[in-house]
């Protein structure tokens, strides 16, 4: 047998909003404080304190990131939102409680297990991962597309990282007719390239990487540490359009001096396409969620 699942929305951003909208369609009732303002979808309810957000709930879901750098809640929706430490969070909820966020700090995780509170870090599902993949490629080729003032067709472009993303990025690119090498590490992944019809660039030191300083007129990173020195970066070509998809810290130092352009799009999903992350993210955790309230 199955309760019904009432789920608490506690800040967010556009994605966050999509995912309740799915959650809430898919049969779960929500309560939301700092994420509606106005209309609400059905099964929507928004709170006027967290407090009242808290309540009897069965899971607390936050935002990706789920808490800024000073540990306070992500809130980007509405401005009549009290502050929300972490700290404050973890001493609320109740210990029977989950709670589902995004891309949770050390302290964070430390907080919650001080309370006895379990915690899903939903950014490291793989499932969430996999599928994410779709709208951040979608979203690296319209950052291109709408820079370059030449075609993808016919384009010289460098992927770098043979991952989730970059192995999908790589195919989209091939698919549009770009001439596209892909760097790699492991002599596994330099095996994969080649097979799938791209150029492979095996990374052996910061050598192996001065091809890439040879005229590409764009180059995507999706490797999140620095692989491309500062010598490197100031060798570019001003041509070259260099965008940044890893997170922090990122392939490269953006304090160091380039000639060339560079795009840093790290969350490409929230920000392009947040009703497909949402959606994303919602159904990836569904599965969860039911299980919480199961008997």
């Known amino acids: 047998m199955q309760r019904h699942i009432s789920l608490t929305f506690l800040g967010g951003d556009a994605r966050s909003r999509a995912m309740a909208t799915r959650l809430a369609s898919l049969g779960a009732r929500v309560t939301a404080y700092g994420l509606f303002e106005g209309d609400t979808p059905p099964n929507v309810k928004v709170a ?16 990706m990131p789920a808490f800024d750098g000073e540990g306070r809640l992500f809130c ?5 939102t009290a502050p929300i430490t972490g700290k404050w969070l973890f001493e609320h909820v109740d210990p029977g409680v989950p709670v589902y966020g995004g891309r949770l700090s050390q302290d964070m995780l430390a907080l919650a297990r001080e309370r006895g509170i379990t915690v899903c870090d939903y950014a490291e599902m793989e499932e969430v991962q996999i599928r994410n993949a779709v709208p951040t490629v979608e979203g690296a080729l ?5 820079s370059l003032d030449v075609t993808l067709w016919g384009a010289r472009v460098a992927v770098l990282g043979y991952g989730r993303i970059g192995a999908l990025l790589a195919q989209r690119l091939q698919e549009l007719g770009a001439h596209t090498t892909v760097a790699a590490r492991k002599v596994r992944d330099v095996a994969r390239i080649e097979v799938a019809g791209h150029r ?3 990374i052996r030191d910061e050598a192996s990487l001065l091809p890439l300083t040879a005229g590409f007129d764009v180059i995507f990173n999706t490797v999140p540490y620095r692989i491309l020195t500062p010598s490197l970066m100031a060798a570019m070509p001003k041509e070259t359009l260099m965008i940044e998809l890893a997170s922090s810290p990122g392939g490269w130092d953006r304090g160091a001096p380039m000639s060339c352009r560079a795009l840093y799009a790290p969350g ?10 949402g959606n994303i993210l919602a159904d990836c955790l569904w599965p969860l969620l039911k299980e919480v309230t199961s008997l």
């Open 200 to 202: 492979a660039l095996h």
């Open 76 to 80: 980007s929706m509405t401005h009549n």
């Open 48 to 63: 006027s304190t967290v407090q009242e957000a808290l309540g009897e709930c069965h899971a607390v879901i936050l935002p």
């Open 268 to 277: 490409l999903p929230a920000k392009h396409t947040p009703k497909t992350a």
């Open 142 to 146: 319209c950052l291109a597309m709408q």
